[in-house]
């Protein structure tokens, strides 16, 4: 993973540097907008920690003209304006988030990597696929053999999970606390009528079968015949 920091002063720079080559990033530095920029637009970056207040050009220079190139890395800005109307002007021209200085290495960190999570969700799997099945976790639709199918959000995470998990049986107190929250009393039938009423929207209607019941183990997904 690889990050370029756009950031002119001096000590601020190289923390930042430092701080994420230590977490394991590959980093560039740049300090100058104008030098950022170039850099921006002809090597591949996965994420850009940007200054605002920049010689040469201003960090929202650097942000826009990033975005009408067409780089849609993500971008967290720093600012030293604890200012709404700074904040809302770096997110309407694109950033993906911000942090006012002083602020810790810990959150920036969190940030980035919250970031470069969502980035891969969106570039490599947005769609699940298992046989003629699919879940669009961006649309938030399910599609099989081409016909779209109406899931409630619960069954929409259901679903979600046994295909992230395909192949895998997936006991009751797994589905449990991936799909419903930490109250949830796990005696109730609430999972059995909620896979009931998945497989009657995704598996009754069609020739092949998908999620199986393993007895006394849980649920489990897989394209495999009989
Ligand atoms: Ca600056």
């Not at 050009?57 to 709404?84: C, H, M, N």
């Not at 046994?162 to 109250?183: H, K, T």
């Amino acid at each position: 993973m690889k990050i370029l920091i756009i950031e002119d002063e001096e000590k601020t720079g190289d923390y930042l540097r430092q701080g994420l080559s230590e977490a394991g990033f590959v980093t560039d530095l740049a300090r100058h907008g104008a030098d950022g920029l170039h850099l921006a637009l002809t090597a591949d970056f996965d994420l850009l920690v940007l200054d605002v207040m920049l010689p040469g050009l201003s960090g929202w220079q650097v942000l826009e003209a990033l975005r009408a190139a067409g780089k849609d890395l993500p971008v967290i800005f720093l600012t030293a304006r604890d200012q709404v109307e700074d904040r809302v002007h770096g997110l309407e021209l694109g950033a993906d988030d911000y942090l006012v200085k002083p602020f810790a290495f810990s959150e920036l960190l969190a940030r980035v990597r919250t970031l470069l999570r969502r980035g891969r969700v969106s570039a490599e799997a947005s769609v699940l696929r298992v046989a003629d099945l699919e879940l669009d976790l961006l649309r938030r639709r399910v599609m099989r053999a081409g016909t779209r199918v109406e899931l409630t959000a619960k069954e929409f995470a259901l679903l979600e999970l046994f295909m992230r998990r395909q192949g895998e049986v997936l006991p009751r107190s797994l589905i449990a606390s991936q799909v419903w929250d930490m109250n949830f009393d796990s005696d109730t039938n609430v999972i059995e009528v909620a896979v009931r009423r998945l497989r009657a929207k995704v598996d009754e209607p069609f020739p092949l079968r998908l999620i199986r019941t393993v007895r006394g183990m849980g649920y489990v997904l897989e394209a495999a015949e009989g």
